[in-house]
């Protein structure tokens, strides 16, 4: 009859507490100890030999660390293999039971981790085949074990038991401790667990309750070999009663077993086995136990305003400055007062697509959806309105035909909001939906804090960035006599159309190579197809408006450019972006690289960051970098983010970012890495390369 886990602790703990009042002192029985610069190992045996008639010896497996290095759990997370032990050479040894002792989270490269520090014991429950017989213990035991490095050990333990009476009080208490953190069964706990949902295989929600009240809750749940999660967002009810956590899955195992989720609080540790999962997501009605430091918050503020106005001369500035100057040109022969109201509706235009921003974001997280900046860019019907838009906005440049309003509307509009300023408003949206695709300075910290707080920070963070954007517009409103300086109107207008119009014709190809990369050249040659009819069209409308035959060409159209976006890009139009030396994003390879004292440089890009584009044509495809991500020992990898991947925007989350570019560089001596600005310069690129890995470890 195999004893109960919470019978074992109680036995052990019991026969510790007695022999330390009135046993005397007996030899210890321990193996002999395996010795590295690392680590020191022993297997202890709490009884000084076999009884008569017993069945059953307590025994451990203990493990002292030097400072720095850790062992892993059972479940080691995303990387990591849990410590194995062969029994096979022992004698009079029917069964062993090793038990796990509660692991603490600890993180390396990026990665969570759990398992032990300093010193374990894995209590064993060895069960005996004759009660009369002495033993020979055999333990071949396999450990990975890592600090800035991994290091496998393979080593052999042996103990001989004989027979004979008595216990080793120290042994009993040390194994008797570590018994004790071993997580209990959750039926024998007042824990329960009261919902469970695999939200779109994105994350893993759990509800529990504990009547006595949470202290410092941690969660490990277990979802066969190869999956992974991340560290939980956990909240607590205002009584602290109740328990929601949010759990990043980073990997889920195609050979699935069943969920097993262990808890552990400050004063005890419960495992439950055979975890149900709904489909009801259960909501968190509860504040983040973990919330934002509200003194950042007017800081924050500020880096958000100086973030929107940098992106006024990002890369991606042609493409706005374009729609800006050609709003400059139509305001120019206004009165003053319709100069500033134009230039303000402008502006309101642009805050007023942060706010609908905004409150996509809210929307899409109250949905359980993960978010980023900039994400709207692999959306593929976002991005066939947004060419069918631009495209028409470059074609009125070129004079092809005039964009107007019916008469009916511009009256309503004339009465509601003045003459021409819903085109302004427009305008300012337009210039906004533009410059998203950029990630300027400053703003990579102002995202984090808004997409990881509150309603409140995120309506404020994005309309901060929003005034800021929309800054020129607010000056040129406030002094309107800057417009006086511009030449007066004439036929060099003409040619400034034509060259906004190219630039904007320019945008529309930029666009362009991006929808090939989020779905296929095909549906990319049907959108420019349909954007080139659409043209016709509406330069056949203006000559002959009753032509109702170009009409139904262009309603035909439409229906023809919804159909495809619809198909899943083929295996033929993918595009493969890791070459020469790039290889393709790992998250769990990062640690086995850096543990073999390789230096990891990671490259967060897609096709619709033009500050990535900058980045790699600048700095990461010449010289020096390039030499220097080529060397040997050096790891470049590429994270393409073109089109939604959970694993990246894990990864993203995990270092506190939801914008790209990101760049980061792992080693040796940085195994936590070196964040990197998103605009890059050679210089710093090289000096974190040298920064990550100072002794060279792993170069030749």
């Not at 939980?232 to 889920?252: E, Q």
């Not at 296929?520 to 069209?537: E, F, K, M, Y």
């Amino acid at each position: 009859m195999r004893i109960t886990l919470a019978g074992y602790q109680g036995l052990l703990v019991s026969l510790a507490l007695f022999l330390v009042l009135v046993a005397s002192p007996v030899r210890a029985l321990e193996s002999n100890a395996y010795r590295s610069e690392v680590l020191t190992a022993r297997l202890i045996v709490a009884e000084a030999g076999i009884a008569p008639g017993s069945q059953f010896l307590s025994a451990g497996l203990k493990i002292e660390l030097e400072e720095g290095w850790k062992a892993y759990w059972r479940s080691p997370g995303e990387v990591g293999l849990p410590p194995e032990i062969d029994w096979k050479g022992s004698t009079n040894l029917e069964s062993v039971d090793m038990l796990w002792p509660a692991p603490t989270r600890f993180r390396a490269f990026g990665i969570e981790n759990f398992g032990y520090a300093k010193q374990v014991i894995f209590p064993l429950q060895l069960r005996l085949a004759n009660s009369d017989r002495a033993a020979e213990l055999k333990g071949l035991v396999d450990l990975l074990i890592c600090s800035n490095v991994c290091i496998p050990e393979r080593f052999e333990l042996t103990l001989p038991v004989p027979l004979g009476t008595g216990v080793d009080a120290k042994a009993a208490t040390d194994i008797a401790t570590w018994a004790a953190r071993v997580p209990v069964a959750g039926p024998e706990s007042a824990i329960a667990v009261s919902g469970a949902s695999l939200k779109q295989d994105q994350a893993l929600v759990v509800q529990m309750t504990r009547p006595s009240g949470w202290n410092n809750p941690d969660l490990f749940p277990e979802f066969g070999a190869g999956s992974a999660f991340g560290a939980p967002d956990i909240r607590l009810t205002s009584d602290r009663t109740g328990l929601w956590a949010s759990i990043p899955i980073l990997a889920l195992s195609e050979e699935q077993t069943s969920l097993r989720i262990t808890v552990v609080d400050e004063d005890v540790a419960v495992t439950f086995d055979d975890v149900n999962t709904t489909d009801v997501v259960p909501a968190p009605p509860y504040a983040s136990e973990t919330s934002q430091d509200r003194g950042q918050f007017f800081p924050i503020l500020l880096l958000s305003f100086l973030g929107g106005l940098v992106l006024n001369v990002m890369p991606c500035v042609l493409p706005v400055l374009s729609i800006k100057f050609g709003s400059a040109l139509r305001m120019k022969n206004r009165s003053v007062s319709q100069l500033r109201a134009g230039f303000l509706a402008t502006a309101g235009g642009t805050v007023a697509f942060m706010w609908v921003l905004a409150l996509a974001v809210i929307a899409l997280q109250t949905l359980g959806y993960a978010v980023g900046w900039g994400v709207q860019f692999q959306n593929a019907y976002f991005l066939i309105a947004l060419i069918l838009v631009v495209g028409l906005f470059a074609a009125n440049l070129f004079g092809v035909f005039e964009i107007s309003l019916p008469s009916s509307w511009m009256v309503r509009l004339s009465g509601r909001f003045g003459q021409g300023y819903a085109e302004d408003f427009s305008t300012g949206a337009l210039a906004a939906i533009l410059a998203t695709p950029c990630s300027a300075p400053l703003l990579g910290t102002a995202i984090a804090f808004a997409l990881s707080g509150t309603t409140g920070d995120i309506l404020a963070v994005f309309t901060a960035m929003g005034i800021g954007l929309a800054l020129p517009y607010i000056l040129v409103a406030a002094w309107p006599g800057f417009l006086s300086r511009l030449p007066k109107p004439g036929p060099w207008m003409i040619s400034v159309k034509i060259v906004l119009g190219l630039l904007l014709a320019g945008t529309v190809a930029w666009l362009c190579w991006v929808l090939i990369g989020v779905t296929s050249p095909t549906l990319t040659g049907l959108v420019l197809l349909g954007l080139g009819l659409i043209v016709l069209a509406a330069r056949a409308y203006q000559v002959q408006p009753r032509n109702g035959l170009l009409w139904g060409m262009t309603a035909v159209l439409g229906m023809t450019l919804a159909a495809p976006a619809l198909l899943p890009k083929s295996s033929d139009d993918v595009t493969d972006s890791i070459t020469s030396y790039w290889v393709e994003f790992d998250r769990s390879r990062i640690a086995r690289e850096v543990s073999q004292g390789k230096t990891v440089f990671v490259d967060v890009t897609a096709d619709w960051c033009i500050t990535c584009k900058a980045n790699k044509t600048l700095v990461l495809d010449r010289e020096p970098v390039l030499g220097a991500l080529g060397e040997e020992g050096v790891i470049a990898m590429r994270a393409d983010w073109t089109r939604p991947d959970a694993k990246i925007q894990s990864y993203l989350e995990a270092h506190g970012r939801y914008a790209i570019p990101f760049n980061i560089v792992y080693g040796p001596d940085a195994p936590e890495g070196i964040i990197l600005s998103e605009l890059l310069s050679a210089d710093a690129v090289l000096e974190a390369l040298s920064a990550a890995n100072l002794s060279g470890v792993g170069k030749r």
